[in-house]
Protein backbone atom coordinates (compact mmCIF):
# COMPACT_ATOMS: atom_id res chain seq x y z
CA UNK A 1 0.00 0.00 0.00
CA UNK A 2 1.31 3.25 -1.06
CA UNK A 3 -0.16 6.47 1.42
CA UNK A 4 0.74 10.17 0.19
CA UNK A 5 -0.97 13.12 2.24
CA UNK A 6 -1.15 16.71 1.04
CA UNK A 7 -2.67 19.37 2.15
CA UNK A 8 -2.83 23.48 1.34
CA UNK A 9 -4.59 26.53 2.30
CA UNK A 10 -7.73 27.14 -0.33
CA UNK A 11 -9.72 30.14 0.59
CA UNK A 12 -8.06 30.97 4.03
CA UNK A 13 -8.88 26.97 5.03
CA UNK A 14 -6.64 24.29 5.46
CA UNK A 15 -7.65 21.59 3.09
CA UNK A 16 -5.84 18.08 3.16
CA UNK A 17 -5.96 14.89 1.64
CA UNK A 18 -4.90 11.16 1.96
CA UNK A 19 -4.52 8.89 -0.88
CA UNK A 20 -4.23 5.30 -0.40
CA UNK A 21 -2.96 2.95 -3.55
CA UNK A 22 -2.59 -0.49 -3.66
CA UNK A 23 -0.65 -1.50 -6.35
CA UNK A 24 -1.37 -5.79 -6.15
CA UNK A 25 -5.11 -5.47 -6.07
CA UNK A 26 -5.51 -1.89 -7.67
CA UNK A 27 -7.62 -0.44 -5.06
CA UNK A 28 -7.51 3.39 -4.83
CA UNK A 29 -9.12 5.85 -2.43
CA UNK A 30 -8.74 9.80 -1.50
CA UNK A 31 -9.87 11.48 1.64
CA UNK A 32 -10.51 14.76 2.19
CA UNK A 33 -11.16 17.41 4.62
CA UNK A 34 -11.17 21.16 5.88
CA UNK A 35 -9.40 22.51 8.92
CA UNK A 36 -6.41 20.63 10.72
CA UNK A 37 -5.71 17.40 9.68
CA UNK A 38 -6.23 14.09 11.83
CA UNK A 39 -4.10 11.97 13.22
CA UNK A 40 -2.50 10.10 11.56
CA UNK A 41 -2.59 12.23 8.42
CA UNK A 42 -0.91 15.36 10.71
CA UNK A 43 1.87 12.85 11.12
CA UNK A 44 2.31 11.86 7.46
CA UNK A 45 2.79 15.27 6.57
CA UNK A 46 5.34 16.75 9.45
CA UNK A 47 7.05 12.70 7.86
CA UNK A 48 6.93 14.17 4.24
CA UNK A 49 7.58 17.70 4.16
CA UNK A 50 8.81 18.09 8.36
CA UNK A 51 7.86 20.97 10.84
CA UNK A 52 7.64 24.58 9.49
CA UNK A 53 7.74 27.56 11.95
CA UNK A 54 5.69 30.70 11.96
CA UNK A 55 7.72 33.77 13.53
CA UNK A 56 7.11 37.47 13.95
CA UNK A 57 9.24 40.70 14.88
CA UNK A 58 7.01 42.37 16.63
CA UNK A 59 2.62 42.20 17.19
CA UNK A 60 0.83 43.88 19.19
CA UNK A 61 -0.04 40.80 22.09
CA UNK A 62 -3.35 41.19 22.94
CA UNK A 63 -3.87 41.01 18.86
CA UNK A 64 -2.00 37.94 18.77
CA UNK A 65 -3.42 36.43 21.72
CA UNK A 66 -6.80 36.66 19.51
CA UNK A 67 -5.40 35.03 16.83
CA UNK A 68 -4.08 32.03 19.22
CA UNK A 69 -6.83 31.49 21.23
CA UNK A 70 -9.05 31.15 17.72
CA UNK A 71 -6.01 28.71 15.65
CA UNK A 72 -4.73 26.94 18.96
CA UNK A 73 -8.03 27.12 20.97
CA UNK A 74 -6.07 28.22 23.62
CA UNK A 75 -7.09 29.73 27.09
CA UNK A 76 -5.74 33.19 28.10
CA UNK A 77 -2.82 32.06 29.78
CA UNK A 78 -1.53 29.34 27.18
CA UNK A 79 -2.08 32.44 24.06
CA UNK A 80 0.21 34.32 26.15
CA UNK A 81 2.33 31.60 26.37
CA UNK A 82 1.87 31.09 22.54
CA UNK A 83 2.70 34.82 21.58
CA UNK A 84 5.98 34.90 23.63
CA UNK A 85 7.21 31.85 21.21
CA UNK A 86 6.34 33.06 18.03
CA UNK A 87 7.77 36.47 18.70
CA UNK A 88 11.52 34.19 19.90
CA UNK A 89 11.45 30.88 18.52
CA UNK A 90 8.47 30.61 16.60
CA UNK A 91 5.56 27.85 16.60
CA UNK A 92 5.59 24.58 14.39
CA UNK A 93 3.32 22.59 12.80
CA UNK A 94 2.74 21.49 9.67
CA UNK A 95 2.99 23.68 6.43
CA UNK A 96 -0.55 23.99 6.11
CA UNK A 97 -0.85 24.80 9.57
CA UNK A 98 1.55 27.65 10.13
CA UNK A 99 0.24 29.20 6.79
CA UNK A 100 -3.35 29.38 8.56
CA UNK A 101 -1.76 30.95 11.31
CA UNK A 102 0.24 33.26 9.11
CA UNK A 103 -3.27 33.92 6.91
CA UNK A 104 -4.73 34.35 10.11
CA UNK A 105 -2.37 37.36 11.91
CA UNK A 106 -1.98 38.99 8.39
CA UNK A 107 -6.12 39.51 8.61
CA UNK A 108 -5.13 41.73 11.95
CA UNK A 109 -2.10 43.39 10.40
CA UNK A 110 0.29 41.23 11.62
CA UNK A 111 3.44 40.01 9.38
CA UNK A 112 4.31 36.96 10.24
CA UNK A 113 7.31 35.04 8.22
CA UNK A 114 7.35 31.05 7.14
CA UNK A 115 10.00 28.97 7.45
CA UNK A 116 11.03 25.05 7.00
CA UNK A 117 12.00 24.21 10.48
CA UNK A 118 14.86 21.93 11.12
CA UNK A 119 13.46 18.96 9.96
CA UNK A 120 11.90 20.42 6.39
CA UNK A 121 13.58 19.78 3.20
CA UNK A 122 15.67 22.77 2.13
Not at 97 to 106: F, G, K, S
Request: hydrophobic fraction near 40%; proline fraction near 6%; aromatic fraction near 4%.
Amino acid sequence: MRRTAGESLIRGRIEWYLEVHCAHCGFNTIECGSDNPPEPIRSMLLEQTGTWLATVDSAPAIAAMRVLRKVYGATLAEARELSDRLGTSGLAGTHGEVLYLQHQLAALGIDATVEPGPTAPR
